[in-house]
């Protein structure tokens, strides 16, 4: 049973992927990490051995720490972020845990490099519609919540990233883009291992209305609407990436908890 210092892999599931997920720090050993190197997603690698030194890092947000079993490791540093002031938590049982529980695992080898400040960094085609915010917010949800994108000119995409060591999608010919009839949400999911059965249906929905085949989808020509509106309500495509993460966080929710409630008002009752 859970206890306030530590947090099931079940609850912990629940809250990836949403607004609410507390920081993910995995401490696991070198060896540990090398015999399987997947992260829980959104998770980052820091060394139990600083663990005194990562109040400042992680101050104003729960954090929950990883390692093998969820024994000495993530409870010791669980202990050090407290001490520091932060709100942190063990995973019962660790990686291992989670692992048998069949959640989800993202391939560390898929990750990009990171910058100085710990961020990865991507670019795109400017103006963004439907997969070039689809993507961003799967990035920042379930692989890296402090990830950076920049939108420039279609045609300075591939030298922007050369230059600035941004990991260029949603062009041609690069490994992050369309394949076949998958979009580049489709692609991302897949190869970051995160085929949940709610993922898989919020990228139908994507692809979908991504491209131009609506009747893959009854839910895609209410995203494709949403997503142009909001296209037009911003010239500010960063702002519009916020707008976005709000309207996906939602498309999300809905495909994970409330695709099967209905509408009850008005009742339908016959008239006397």
Known sequence: MSSFTTISADKLARLIGTANTPALIDVRTDDDFAADPRLIPGAIRRSHLQAADWGGEFSGRPAIVICQRGLKLSEGAAAWLRHEGVSAEALEDGFEGWKTAKLPLVPAAKLPARDAQG???????????????????????????????????????????????????????????????????????????????????????????????????????????????????????????????????????????????????PTNKAKP
């Open 119 to 265: 961020r990865t960094i991507w670019v795109t085609r400017a103006r963004p519609k439907i997969d070039r915010i689809a993507c961003p917010w799967l990035i920042r949800r379930f692989v890296d919540p402090n990830a950076v994108f920049l939108f420039v000119a279609p045609s300075e995409v591939v030298a922007v990233g050369e230059r600035f060591a941004a990991v260029p999608f949603d062009i041609e010919n690069v490994f992050w883009s369309h394949r076949g009839d998958l979009c580049t949400f489709d692609v991302m999911v897949e190869e970051f291992g995160l085929a949940t059965p709610p993922l898989l249906r919020l990228a139908t929905m994507v692809r979908a209305a991504d491209t131009g085949r609506l009747d893959l989808s009854p839910e895609a020509p209410g995203l494709l609407a949403a997503s142009l509106g909001l296209s037009r309500m911003y010239d500010d495509d960063l702002a519009q990436l916020e707008a976005g993460i709000v309207l996906y966080d939602a498309f999300y929710r809905w495909c994970r908890d409330a695709s099967g409630e209905t509408h009850n008002w």
